[in-house]
């Protein structure tokens, strides 16, 4: 189970379906980017780590309240958004990420509640931005940038 919040209501780790869905949905998302034409192109890239599904996967659920396997990995979010800086204009390949997340969440399965499908659409969209943020060229990421944690109001910290 993933941390509760002191209501007792599931975390949205545990309302999404728990370590299981996020692997479907990270395989799923992952799909939607390989058809897409413009996002295809940094998601072919060939020094891609091997475990990048897994790793999506993990990330997305520890940052839901899940287990923080992501982050036992030695990575953590100054990775994520080094990963993805310097790009130069990139928001096109956001706005196209966005809309993959939304598809795979039906191609995975996740439950179609209204309010998890609103929280987790606020989720993918605060995050595109995060990582747009560094997408300038002279973009410098923070050191030891803390895990997001995102909750049914919104970004927790
Ligand atoms: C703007 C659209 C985005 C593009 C084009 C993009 C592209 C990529 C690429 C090409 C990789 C593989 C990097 C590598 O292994 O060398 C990657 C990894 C990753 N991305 Fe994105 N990404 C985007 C947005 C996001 C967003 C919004 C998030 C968070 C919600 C995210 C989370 C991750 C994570 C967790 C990894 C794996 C990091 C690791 O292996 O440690 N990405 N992304």
Redesign the pocket.
Known sequence: MGAAPSSGRPSVFDAVGGEQAFLALARAHHRRCLADPE?EH??S?L???P??VE??AA??AEVMGGPPR?SR?G?DQS??LW??SGNGE?DD??R??LACFLAALDDAGVPADPELRACLRAY?EW??A???AYSPTDAVVPDAAPMPRWGWEGLVR
Request: glycine share 4%; no cysteine.
């Open positions: 996002l940094p998601f890239k020094d891609q780590h475990q990048h790793r999506l990330y997305w992501y990995s990575a990775h994520v990963l993805h990139i390949l956001g196209r990420f993918m995050a595109v995060d990582v747009l």
